[in-house]
C-alpha cells in the first residue's frame, strides 16, 4: 500500500512541499540523501514544518540554493545549516515525522531496465537502489540529523543518522545507521527540550579521496515524495515494482494532480467567483489540462476584482511571511580569515601500539575514541584524553591491520573520522 497522494496546489502544501538534498557526485554515479515533510505530531494533532527557504531560492524555484561544500573531508556544518527547518516549539511527548530518501543512483545502468539488473544479492527495491558498479562510490558519506538550539545553534539531540561505507569491491552498497531504507520515519522528541525554540539541522560527513565535496541543493515537488518511496523497502525483488519503478504510478499522479487542480478552482469559484492563488506551478500533461482549460472556459471568475486582488496579495504575504532573508555571505579575504578553522583529525602513522594521531583547531575537555576495520569490525576503544592534541598514541592492536576508520568523538557529542589503512603501517623490526 503506498502512502496519500498530496498535491501542492494549496498554498500550506505548496510551502511545505520543499525538499533539501546533498548529493556526494562520483565519474559513473551519485549518492544522494534528501529530505522533507517535517511534521510535528502530538495526539492526533498535526503541525506542518517548513524547511528554511529564501526569498531568491523561492522565485528561481531552488536554483539559487545550489551550492557547493567544503573539500575538506570531515563534517561540513556550513552547508548542513542550508538544509535546516524554520524553528518551532512542541508540546512533550510529541514525535517528529520527516521523510527521508537514502539512495545510490548508477548513472552508467541508467538505461537498463531495474527488472533486468543481474541478480547480486538484492532482496528488496530497496537494494536496487544501492545496486552500484565496483568501485562507484569511493567515499564513506553519512548524514547525521539533529535537534538544534535556534538561538545558539547547540546541538541537542540526534534524531537520524546514516552512512554508506567507500569501498572498491561492492556491488550492493554497504549502508548502516538508523534504518536506512526506510523513506518515512517517526522518532520521539525529547520531552526536556520541550517549549524550546528549536530547529531540526542535517549535519553531512564525508570522507575519502574525492577531492570537490558536496554538494546541496533545494527543490520544489507538486506531490509529497514520501507517496513514492515510503514502503520500497517492503517490496521483494524481483517481484511487482514499487511506484517509484512504476509508470501507472506517474499517470496516476497526473490524474489526481488535473482533478485536484480542477476542483481547486470550481470550489474557489462556489466561493466567491474569486480566482484562487496558484503560488507554485505544474505542467499537467495535454488531456488534462485540456480538460481544465474548457472547465476554465465555463465559468466566469471575477477577475481585477479589488476584493480578488486584496485576497491574492494576502495570500502571497502568508507565503512570503513563512521565508527567511539570505544568510550573511563572507565578501572578503579578510573575513574568510577570521572564520573559525574547522577541525581536522589526521592518522600519521600506525605503530606497534596503535595510530598516531593528531587533532586541530578543536578544543573539548575529554574525547573518546573507537577504531573499525572497512567491514565495521571493532578493533579498538578507549580514551583520547583532551583536545587539542598533536601525535599521541591511540593504543590497540594494529596487527594484520586492513584500512581502517578511526572514530573520536567529542564532550559535546560531535564526531569526527579518519581513515588508514595497512601501507602506513612501519616494517616489522628485525628479530
Known sequence: ?????????????????????????????????????????????????????????????????RRNGSPLQGADPSIGRSGQSRPFRYQPQSKLRFYRLWHAVN??????????????????????????????????????????????????????????????????????????????????LPDRFSGRNVRVQPLPYRYGATPFGLMFLKRFSTFNMSALFEHESRFVFPSSPPPSEDPAFSLMIDSVYGQELRDFYAQGYQDDSCPPSLLCLYALDVW???ALNAFLKSVRFRRNDPECMARAAADTAWWVATLDEAPPTVNSAQ???????????????????????????????????????????????????SAPFTDRILPFTTR????????????????????????????????
Not at 537494494?127 to 539533529?146: F, H, K, N, Q, Y
Request: net charge negative; hydrophobic share 40%.
Open 107 to 188: 548513472t552508467s545502468t541508467e538505461s537498463i531496465k531495474p527488472q533486468l539488473y543481474e541478480l547480486l544479492g538484492q532482496k528488496s527495491w530497496a537494494d536496487v537502489r544501492w545496486t552500484v558498479s565496483p568501485g562507484m562510490i569511493s567515499d564513506t558519506m553519512e548524514v547525521a540529523l539533529w535537534l538544534v538550539d535556534a538561538d545558539t545553534d547547540e546541538r541537542l539531540a540526534l534524531l537520524d543518522s546514516v552512512g554508506v561505507m567507500g569501498s572498491t569491491m561492492d556491488a550492493l552498497a554497504r549502508r548502516y545507521g538508523s534504518a536506512p531504507d526506510e523513506c518515512v520515519r517517526t522518532v520521539s
Open 335 to 385: 573575513e574568510m580569515a577570521q572564520l573559525p578553522a574547522r577541525p581536522e583529525l589526521l592518522v600519521s602513522r600506525l605503530s606497534d601500539d596503535g595510530c598516531v594521531a593528531t587533532l586541530l583547531n578543536i578544543t573539548s575537555e575529554h574525547c573518546s575514541f573507537t577504531v573499525s576495520t572497512d567491514l565495521g569490525i571493532p578493533i579498538g576503544a578507549g580514551s583520547a584524553g
Open 1 to 65: 500500500m503506498t502512502a496519500q497522494i498530496r498535491t501542492g496546489i494549496s498554498k500550506e502544501d505548496a510551502r511545505h512541499l520543499w525538499y533539501a538534498s546533498y548529493v556526494n557526485d562520483f565519474a559513473i554515479g551519485y549518492v544522494e540523501w534528501q529530505y522533507g515533510e517535517l511534521t510535528i505530531l502530538h495526539g492526533s494533532r498535526e503541525q506542518p514544518v517548513h524547511l528554511s527557504l529564501t526569498r531568491q531560492e523561492w522565485r528561481t524555484e531552488g536554483v539559487s540554493s
Open 400 to 431: 594484520g591491520i586492513q584500512p581502517a576508520f578511526l572514530v573520536v568523538t567529542l564532550a559535546d557529542g560531535t564526531v569526527l573520522r579518519a581513515r588508514f589503512d595497512e601501507m602506513s603501517t612501519p616494517p616489522e623490526s628485525p628479530r
Open 288 to 290: 488534462h489540462q485540456d
